[in-house]
T-cell receptor, first 111, second 115 residues
């Protein structure tokens, strides 16, 4: 069945470090791919999305490219800030609004 | 525009009881989905409603049920509560279900503790 696997955390980085959170997926067809972020004490927020192969989603300095050949959607940011500390979820939607989420990766950025 | 609201925010129940959680989607949104979030399992899809009809259902036992009203508000019910049902229950709404995965907007969740 459809599923998402993302790297386990927690991840701790120093401010201005480069961030990569790996996400791979299993799906039939051509799902849409998403990254959601959950800040402490808040609900999930959409960070970025890509709906077809080779699309690049970007927002707030974060980027992820839909790679069908490697079934991946890795999240990257060139220079993280303390305010980026949160839990990041990779997700896919094969059709309609049925979403499959990864288990989440906790990121802590220290000054 | 007001966001997705969920009530109550916190709930404590005992094993064997039942519970009803409520979700009001963003105004104009007609699709509502429910998720269970636990530390061990992460976010798991429960079900999705659109126009008062259940469109998709995740892999949960029949103790978990839901419904949607004509104003798009949704409720989910869990009967015969078990300790393992303790979780954060998240509701998400979107305008319409779409083949490419319409963006969902999440509420703050209802934290359920089963004792």
């Amino acid at each position: 069945g459809d599923s998402v696997t993302q790297m386990e955390g927690p991840v701790t980085l120093s401010e201005e470090a480069f961030l990569t959170i790996n996400c791979t997926y299993t799906a039939t067809g051509y799902p849409s791919l998403f990254w959601y972020v959950q800040y402490p004490g808040e609900g999930l927020q959409l960070l970025l999305k890509a709906t077809k192969a080779d699309d690049k989603g970007s927002n707030k300095g974060f980027e992820a490219t839909y790679r069908k050949e490697t079934t991946s959607f890795h999240l990257e940011k060139g220079s993280v800030q303390v305010s980026d500390s949160a839990v990041y979820f990779c997700a896919l939607s094969p059709t309609g609004n049925q979403f499959y989420f990864g288990t989440g990766t906790s990121l802590t950025v220290i000054p | 525009k007001a966001g997705v609201t969920q009530t109550p925010r916190y709930l404590i129940k005992t094993r064997g009881q039942q519970v009803t959680l409520s979700c009001s989607p963003i105004s104009g949104h007609r699709s509502v989905s429910w998720y269970q979030q636990t530390p061990g399992q992460g976010l798991q899809f429960l079900f999705e409603y659109f126009s008062e009809t259940q469109r998709n259902k995740g892999n949960f036992p029949g103790r978990f049920s839901g419904r949607q009203f004509s104003n798009s508000r949704s409720e989910m019910n869990v009967s015969t509560l078990e300790l393992g049902d303790s979780a954060l229950y998240l509701c998400a709404s979107s305008l319409n279900p779409a083949p490419d995965g319409e963006t969902q907007y999440f509420g703050p969740g209802t934290r359920l503790l089963v004792l």
